[in-house]
Structure formats: structure tokens, C-alpha cells
């Protein structure tokens, strides 16, 4: 199965400084939907998996991340686009759940729910935690230099992050790479 685990903040979408709260709050990066509409295509089942603490803060509540997501599914139906399903910790971090990143909770509830497992898997984000949950569930990392890691571009990456993580400007800079490279 050629399966894609996005993080959703940063990659996806706008990350706000605080919480997206509300869909009008929800703005896609510039070329994302059109990048998940190329995965989509090339016959790539594309999921999320995303820290949402503004739950566990009592911030917003599951209407309203619903709500966000249905504009997310709209908008990206409307390009040929689609993510198949969104995973999230509902979790503030002192709460010491198993599914919040970097732990590899909501990596191994995708695994279980699409009966593989995460070996060789592409996890793609913007940030350490979701590349680290998704390495400890044998996922593949990219990095794209949008939302928290927008200050890396031109810059060798940190040393925590994992040996391998493989850099792109963009969501679309990453589709088109995962498109076009050689099959395995």
C-alpha cells in the first residue's frame, strides 16, 4: 500500500501562532491542496496524523475541529484531492497519553487501522515530534520547510533530527519528489 502520513499544522495548513479554533481560523498553505491532490493521483493513500492539545485545554471542542475538517475535505475535494482519514491526540502534554508526538501512539493506530505496518512508510511534517513518532514506528522521514521549520531552509539540519530526514521547501516540493522517485 504507498500510504503518506502528513502532519496537518505547518504542512498543510497555516500554523497560527496558538490554535486554528475554528474553520475560518483554517488557511491551506499556498500549492498544499494541489500537492495532496497530486499524491491522490499518483495513487497515494494520504493520512494525517496531528497534535491537537487546544482539545485538552478546553480551547475548542471535537464540533469544531469536525467542523475545520470537513473545510479541509471540501477544499480539497474541489482540486481532486483527498486524506482518507485524520488521526489526532486529543491530549495537552502534561497529560501523558501514548498517541501524543513524538511517541508513536497515533503512527501505530494507522498502522493498525490500514492492517500494515509503518515500516518504509513516508511520514512528512513540518516539525521534530512528527518525524520522530513516525521514525519510532519505522516511518521514512521528510521534512518540509514550511511552518516550524520554515528557519531551516539553507541550514544543515540539528542533529536531533533523525539520520536519514530528507528536506523539501514545500508540500508540493515534496510531492513531486515522492512522485517522481524510482520505484523501490
Not at 23 to 43: M, S, V, Y
Not at 141 to 165: E, N, Q, R, S
Amino acid at each position: 500500500m504507498k500510504l503518506v502520513i502528513l502532519e496537518r499544522d505547518g504542512t498543510l495548513n497555516d500554523d497560527r501562532h496558538g490554535y486554528v479554533t475554528s474553520p475560518e481560523e483554517w488557511t491551506p498553505l499556498p500549492g498544499a491542496l494541489e500537492a495532496i491532490a497530486r499524491l491522490t493521483h499518483a495513487g497515494f493513500h494520504v493520512v494525517i496524523a496531528t497534535n491537537q492539545p487546544g482539545l485538552g485545554r478546553g480551547l475548542f471542542d471535537v464540533v469544531s475541529l469536525n467542523a475545520i475538517h470537513t473545510k479541509m475535505h471540501k477544499l480539497l475535494a474541489a482540486v481532486g484531492a483527498r486524506v482518507d482519514a485524520v488521526f489526532y491526540c486529543p491530549h495537552a502534554p502534561q497529560e501523558d497519553c501514548l498517541c501524543r508526538k513524538p511517541l508513536p501512539g497515533l503512527f501505530e493506530q494507522i498502522s493498525e487501522r490500514y492492517g500494515t505496518d509503518c515500516q518504509g512508510v513516508v511520514a512528512c511534517g513540518d516539525n521534530l515530534d512528527h518525524l520522530l513518532a513516525g521514525v519510532a514506528a519505522g516511518c521514512e522521514p521528510h521534512l518540509v520547510l514550511t511552518g516550524k521549520a520554515a528557519g531551516l531552509g539553507g541550514l544543515p539540519l540539528p542533529d536531533v533530527f533523525p539520520a536519514g530526514t530528507r528536506v523539501h521547501a514545500d508540500l508540493a516540493a515534496f510531492a513531486e519528489a515522492l512522485v517522481n522517485r524510482p520505484a523501490a
